[in-house]
């Protein structure tokens, strides 16, 4: 059974078939970007359940799943261990040598990289990754370099919608979507 799915422009479709990591901004990309501080300092921060799901679809599918993020958060940590991402790293002001790294370690080019964010730490990870995403909410300057701006704003399924784009690429769209149609996911 043929289900509808995400509309991309076919090139772009080309380059995320060859995507092997999604590495991923937090503040502005997994969340709406507000920093939120009780009264004693800790700070809390909102997911969207759609992106959570999105990111154990792909990881399910294959796809590895790094968060590289500016600030260092104990619920950046809380949510990556629940979705079982095991590429975190937090502190990072120049994210580029971090996505060096990490295809270094997974045997991989850039080129297999789709990598999203949304401000100035985030420019050379989106211009030299194999698929450069963004958000709506990012600066203009941000968004130019960009191979593809979501629809979704951040913290509300931009993630989500990146994860579909990929599944349904990869060719794995119609069999997941089969599988929890008929109850097997």
């Not at 994210?95 to 999203?116: G, N, R």
């Not at 370099?145 to 060719?171: F, K, N, S, Y």
Request: proline share 5%.
């Amino acid at each position: 059974m043929r289900h509808e799915s995400p509309s991309l422009a076919p090139h772009l479709l080309d380059r995320l078939r060859r995507v092997r990591l999604l590495a991923l901004d937090v503040d502005g990309v997994l969340s709406d970007g507000r920093l939120y501080f009780h009264a004693d300092g800790n700070e809390i921060k909102a997911f969207h359940t759609l992106d959570g799901h999105g990111i154990k679809l792909v990881r399910n599918a294959g796809i590895e799943v790094a968060l590289i993020t500016g600030r260092d958060s104990p619920m950046v940590s809380r949510r990556a261990a629940a979705l079982g991402i095991s590429h975190l790293h937090q502190g990072i002001a120049r994210k580029l040598p971090v996505l060096h790294q990490l295809c270094e370690q997974l045997d991989i080019t850039l080129d297999q990289v789709a990598y999203c964010g949304d401000d100035m730490p985030d420019l050379a990870p989106i211009f030299q990754a194999g698929v450069g995403i963004s958000v709506p909410g990012a600066p203009s300057y941000i968004r130019q370099h960009a191979d593809w701006v979501t629809e979704r704003p951040g913290g509300h399924g931009a993630v989500r919608e990146i994860c579909d784009a990929l599944l349904q690429a990869q060719g794995q769209w119609d069999a997941m979507l089969d599988a929890y149609l008929n109850d097997r996911a």
